[in-house]
């Protein structure tokens, strides 16, 4: 009994035990319930990022080719909305895009007229440290100057710039042991106000990209110096580094524009914004704003090859698969902005909500402390410009470039042309038999708004009437390709135009405008017909989609249909020679004419020794009569009703659209 009573005594205390344990864990428990939590919960943060891009040296509201105030052009502008846009909001950073520094002839002047010498500032790069950049990237245009400029101009930026995609040509055949040319990425710890209005720190990681084909477009300036890497694979080689080390939002700013096929490799928005860890994309290279701004723009920026919508596609959030996103036009005539919510889980910062917006600098004044700081550097250019080198006999005007052929291309090609007549007579005897043809391309049709056209009156032209006329700083080329090239040329250039149905009576538009008109090349020397009652015959990236349509017809040389087989000289430039558009049959010819000689150089010697000419078309192409009476309709500025005579095909209906483009009838029934 006394071993029994021992055990009952020990089971009751072991009781007893348990129970004021779990009394006491109760009266914790409750304390606890009755007390405020000490554990403390982040409260969200708001973060702004503004963009600009693709500025192009558009430092002032001012057009140096009309020689007038252009209020929807200027990065001094744009400063004025970057100060009323970062006094909205506690938490903010503002970055550039890329395409800075080549454009306009202040771009031209600084580079190659009165280049930039060590320590002095790029009047851009002044612009920009006024402003308080605290990122940018490159574009492929900061390339056109060549490496060593690139550096002297960025040398005095207060703020850092990255790309990881362009690394060092080592010459080796090792791609795992390149070396980035430029800091790929950057890791930025930013102070920042959250909701409740304490100071906390988030770490903003940025990485910049550039578009691969800068090596084709640039090879001059670039072969065996860098090579260019894949963006999307780049990104996800990088992306998962940076949130490794720390990365709170990752920012891609890309150098990328947007195109619904998924191969592409310049313009790579889409597939980017699937790369997992990316947080926010501002973009560009497209001279497009997004979120667009009327559904036709939309359309145009995110149909896929079959003209469908891509899905994924937010316009009224701004997002792309989820992921917030901006681009911002061109010439700093817009502020991009995302407005980022961050709200902290498991100790992780998380982007909870977003919105991306723009906002139009046309009716702000500029800021006067940005304009002060350039205006030396545009008076000289504009005493650059204003140099006298010859007179025109007529008005010369790009109003109608896109539909028949057109005095302000035919300049162009007559010069490059005349060059490379001299050229072979001097240095290539052995071509002197090859026919030569002459390519240009309307580069102001309204790519950037209902203002750029040119337009040059009767009388004298200057530097500025060149530069007005060949907007770009390429270099000369001259490739042998056979007949059969030519027309699969003139095919591409074809896809500008949308197809016709003859046996519709309603309005239907003939201009694509997701076709650059860059790509749209006129070939002088032969004489051709497009048919747009086909389709096109190859994709806006030049792939085939159509191969059994041909649209040129009646494609003679002398008179006779061209010879597939027979060689011809083309003289075209840079870019297109290296594979810039992605015609089909060029990229790889050989170069009878490799010439450093700037194209608008060429077009000013032409002009100086002619010292007069006579801008007329030689009519050798035309869109295709059709035989029904279909209402096909073209947009333009609506200055172009003046220069409408009573032999013209065209009548102007009278209407406009949203963004200020005249609607005008072609008439093909003839």
């Given at each position: 009994?006394?071993?029994?009573?021992?055990?009952?005594?020990?089971?009751?205390?072991?009781?007893?035990?348990?129970?004021?344990?779990?009394?006491?864990?109760?009266?914790?428990?409750?304390?606890?319930?009755?007390?405020?939590?000490?554990?403390?919960?982040?409260?969200?943060?708001?973060?702004?990022?503004?963009?600009?891009?693709?500025?192009?040296?558009?430092?002032?509201?001012?057009?140096?080719?009309?020689?007038?105030?252009?209020?929807?052009?200027?990065?001094?502008?744009?400063?004025?909305?970057?100060?009323?846009?970062?006094?909205?909001?506690?938490?903010?950073?503002?970055?550039?895009?890329?395409?800075?520094?080549?454009?306009?002839?202040?771009?031209?002047?600084?580079?190659?007229?009165?280049?930039?010498?060590?320590?002095?500032?790029?009047?851009?790069?002044?612009?920009?440290?006024?402003?308080?950049?605290?990122?940018?990237?490159?574009?492929?245009?900061?390339?056109?100057?060549?490496?060593?400029?690139?550096?002297?101009?960025?040398?005095?930026?207060?703020?850092?710039?990255?790309?990881?995609?362009?690394?060092?040509?080592?010459?080796?055949?090792?791609?795992?042991?390149?070396?980035?040319?430029?800091?790929?990425?950057?890791?930025?710890?930013?102070?920042?106000?959250?909701?409740?209005?304490?100071?906390?720190?988030?770490?903003?990681?940025?990485?910049?990209?550039?578009?691969?084909?800068?090596?084709?477009?640039?090879?001059?300036?670039?072969?065996?110096?860098?090579?260019?890497?894949?963006?999307?694979?780049?990104?996800?080689?990088?992306?998962?580094d940076m949130k490794k080390k720390g990365a709170d939002v990752v920012i891609a700013l890309a150098h990328s524009g947007f195109n619904g096929n998924l191969d592409n490799t310049e313009d790579t928005i889409y597939s980017l914004s699937k790369v997992s860890g990316i947080d926010a994309i501002t973009f560009s290279h497209t001279h497009k704003v997004f979120p667009a701004k009327d559904v036709a723009s939309l359309d145009a920026l995110f149909k896929d090859s079959n003209g469908q919508?891509?899905?994924?596609?937010?316009?009224?959030?701004?997002?792309?698969?989820?992921?917030?996103?901006?681009?911002?036009?061109?010439?700093?005539?817009?502020?991009?902005?995302?407005?980022?919510?961050?709200?902290?889980?498991?100790?992780?910062?998380?982007?909870?909500?977003?919105?991306?917006?723009?906002?139009?600098?046309?009716?702000?004044?500029?800021?006067?402390?940005?304009?002060?700081?350039?205006?030396?550097?545009?008076?000289?250019?504009?005493?650059?410009?204003?140099?006298?080198?010859?007179?025109?006999?007529?008005?010369?005007?790009?109003?109608?470039?896109?539909?028949?052929?057109?005095?302000?291309?035919?300049?162009?090609?007559?010069?490059?042309?005349?060059?490379?007549?001299?050229?072979?007579?001097?240095?290539?005897?052995?071509?002197?038999?090859?026919?030569?043809?002459?390519?240009?391309?309307?580069?102001?049709?309204?790519?950037?708004?209902?203002?750029?056209?040119?337009?040059?009156?009767?009388?004298?032209?200057?530097?500025?009437?060149?530069?007005?006329?060949?907007?770009?700083?390429?270099?000369?080329?001259?490739?042998?390709?056979?007949?059969?090239?030519?027309?699969?040329?003139?095919?591409?250039?074809?896809?500008?135009?949308?197809?016709?149905?003859?046996?519709?009576?309603?309005?239907?538009?003939?201009?694509?405008?997701?076709?650059?008109?860059?790509?749209?090349?006129?070939?002088?020397?032969?004489?051709?017909?497009?048919?747009?009652?086909?389709?096109?015959?190859?994709?806006?990236?030049?792939?085939?989609?159509?191969?059994?349509?041909?649209?040129?017809?009646?494609?003679?040389?002398?008179?006779?249909?061209?010879?597939?087989?027979?060689?011809?000289?083309?003289?075209?430039?840079?870019?297109?020679?290296?594979?810039?558009?992605?015609?089909?049959?060029?990229?790889?010819?050989?170069?009878?004419?490799?010439?450093?000689d700037e194209n608008r150089q060429i077009l000013m010697d032409y002009i100086s020794e002619k010292k007069e000419i006579t801008p007329t078309a030689d009519g050798n192409w035309s869109i295709a009569p059709i035989s029904q009476n279909v209402n096909v309709t073209f947009t333009t500025s609506p200055k172009a009703e003046q220069y409408i005579t009573k032999?013209?095909?065209?009548?102007?209906?009278?209407?406009?659209?949203?963004?200020?483009?005249?609607?005008?009838?072609?008439?093909?029934?003839?």
């Amino acid at each position: 009994m006394k071993g029994n009573k021992s055990k009952a005594f020990k089971i009751l205390s072991s009781t007893l035990a348990v129970s004021m344990l779990l009394a006491a864990v109760a009266s914790s428990d409750a304390d606890a319930a009755s007390k405020p939590s000490k554990t403390k919960v982040q409260s969200p943060v708001k973060l702004r990022i503004m963009e600009t891009t693709d500025v192009h040296t558009n430092l002032l509201d001012f057009d140096y080719y009309k020689n007038s105030v252009a209020p929807k052009l200027g990065l001094a502008k744009t400063a004025t909305l970057v100060k009323s846009a970062r006094s909205e909001v506690k938490n903010s950073v503002l970055v550039d895009n890329g395409d800075l520094i080549q454009g306009t002839p202040l771009g031209t002047y600084e580079a190659k007229i009165n280049p930039l010498k060590d320590g002095e500032v790029h009047p851009a790069i002044k612009a920009m440290n006024i402003m308080k950049y605290d990122m940018a990237t490159l574009g492929n245009h900061e390339f056109n100057y060549g490496l060593d400029y690139l550096d002297e101009v960025y040398d005095d930026a207060k703020f850092p710039f990255v790309n990881a995609n362009v690394y060092v040509d080592d010459h080796d055949k090792n791609p795992k042991n390149d070396k980035n040319k430029y800091t790929p990425y950057k890791i930025v710890n930013k102070k920042v106000k959250d909701e409740s209005g304490k100071t906390t720190t988030i770490k903003v990681g940025y990485i910049g990209f550039a578009p691969p084909q800068i090596n084709e477009w640039d090879k001059a300036n670039l072969d065996g110096k860098v090579i260019t890497k894949n963006i999307v694979e780049t990104a996800k080689k990088y992306v998962p580094d940076m949130k490794k080390k720390g990365a709170d939002v990752v920012i891609a700013l890309a150098h990328s524009g947007f195109n619904g096929n998924l191969d592409n490799t310049e313009d790579t928005i889409y597939s980017l914004s699937k790369v997992s860890g990316i947080d926010a994309i501002t973009f560009s290279h497209t001279h497009k704003v997004f979120p667009a701004k009327d559904v036709a723009s939309l359309d145009a920026l995110f149909k896929d090859s079959n003209g469908q919508l891509l899905p994924g596609v937010n316009n009224d959030k701004g997002t792309i698969n989820g992921v917030p996103a901006v681009q911002a036009g061109y010439g700093g005539g817009n502020l991009g902005i995302i407005d980022l919510t961050l709200k902290k889980e498991k100790g992780k910062w998380k982007v909870s909500n977003s919105q991306s917006s723009t906002r139009a600098i046309e009716t702000v004044t500029a800021d006067e402390t940005v304009a002060n700081a350039v205006k030396a550097d545009h008076e000289a250019t504009l005493k650059y410009v204003n140099t006298p080198i010859g007179k025109t006999t007529d008005d010369i005007y790009s109003y109608f470039a896109l539909v028949q052929d057109d005095p302000s291309v035919q300049v162009v090609t007559n010069a490059q042309k005349w060059y490379v007549e001299k050229y072979i007579a001097l240095n290539k005897p052995e071509f002197k038999n090859l026919p030569i043809l002459s390519v240009g391309a309307p580069f102001k049709a309204g790519r950037n708004g209902v203002d750029e056209y040119t337009e040059i009156k009767k009388g004298d032209l200057t530097i500025r009437s060149a530069g007005d006329l060949y907007l770009y700083d390429n270099t000369l080329k001259a490739v042998k390709v056979k007949g059969s090239v030519v027309k699969e040329w003139i095919e591409m250039s074809a896809g500008k135009f949308n197809t016709i149905d003859p046996t519709k009576t309603t309005e239907q538009q003939l201009i694509n405008p997701a076709f650059p008109v860059y790509n749209f090349d006129i070939i002088d020397g032969v004489e051709y017909q497009i048919d747009v009652t086909k389709p096109a015959k190859y994709g806006i990236d030049g792939k085939l989609v159509n191969p059994t349509s041909s649209r040129v017809v009646n494609l003679n040389y002398n008179g006779k249909p061209i010879d597939p087989e027979q060689e011809f000289i083309v003289v075209t430039n840079n870019y297109r020679a290296n594979g810039g558009g992605n015609f089909p049959g060029i990229k790889g010819s050989q170069l009878v004419v490799d010439s450093a000689d700037e194209n608008r150089q060429i077009l000013m010697d032409y002009i100086s020794e002619k010292k007069e000419i006579t801008p007329t078309a030689d009519g050798n192409w035309s869109i295709a009569p059709i035989s029904q009476n279909v209402n096909v309709t073209f947009t333009t500025s609506p200055k172009a009703e003046q220069y409408i005579t009573k032999e013209s095909p065209f009548s102007y209906t009278g209407k406009t659209e949203l963004s200020g483009f005249g609607i005008f009838n072609i008439n093909l029934h003839r």
